[in-house]
């Protein structure tokens, strides 16, 4: 099908748009973007230099996105963002583009970014991952595979959050989110195993028992995180699942939440 670019959308040079493309009134899609077949700009959207849109995506009215970095050692650098295909970005989203710590900003396929959340300069999102309504995230946030974040949820830059986990709404995360979990809580705290988001997404009964066993030692009274590391090495058989926790541990910065 041909593409339906509205009369007073303003297209600048070096312009890649797929088949297939919507574009709505006085959207401005800037030089040096791509958007991939199939994917439909709303009305007054803003698609900076650097942004590079999947296919079949949807980025709804006001949202602007590959704006540059607030960030005061941003120098001018030539840098991006990528957003993966079947993305739904909702009214109002700013993503800004990355710098030269890391070149870009990312967001994944399938996910779900809700009205007026900001989401800041070389932060990965993974696939299928949910931010809900009004979500501020820092730069250098890393938010992994099927992650939900409840509204109005505040990140510290350089944060992870872990894949499979679930963060409540209003919260503030300074430290780093293990995979699996739900967190909430002031401070933020462990608040139990995602149960019902692993079940919906096809994990069977003995791994979600292998993660409560396991969590239950990182989150006891009688063990620091290195000692309960030590415990799950030697008493749980090491799983992809447990596998990506002991590794999620090991690389954080931050320190996980407590």
Known sequence: ???????????????EIGDNVTIGPYSWIRENVSIGDGTEIG????????SHIGEDCKILHHAVLGEI???????????????????????????NRGTKAHWKTVVGTD???????HLAHDCIVGNNVVI???????????????????????????????????????????KDIPPFIIAAGEPLRFEGLNIIGL??????????NTLKKAY????????????????IKEEIEVSPEIQALLEFIDSSDRGIIR
Not at 1 to 15: C, F, K, L
Not at 132 to 151: P, R, S, T, Y
């Open 43 to 50: 009305s007054h959207v803003v698609l900076s230099p650097g």
């Open 199 to 208: 079940r919906r997404r096809g994990f069977n009964k003995d791994t979600i």
């Open 111 to 117: 996910c779900l970014i809700m009205a007026y959340v």
């Open 132 to 174: 809900a309504n009004a979500c501020n995230i820092a730069g250098h946030v890393e938010i992994q595979n099927w992650a939900i974040l409840g509204g109005m949820v505040g990140i510290h830059q350089f944060t992870k959050v872990g894949q499979h986990s679930l963060v409540g709404g209003h919260y503030r995360v300074s």
């Open 69 to 95: 970095p607030q960030d005061l050692k941003f120098g001018g650098e030539v840098t991006s963002i990528e957003v993966g295909d079947r993305t739904v970005i909702r009214e109002f989203v700013t993503i």
């Open 1 to 15: 099908m041909a593409n339906s670019i509205h009369p007073t959308a303003i297209i600048e040079s070096n312009v």
């Open 216 to 231: 239950s030692y990182i989150f006891s009274t009688k063990y620091n995180v290195s000692d309960a590391v030590k415990k």
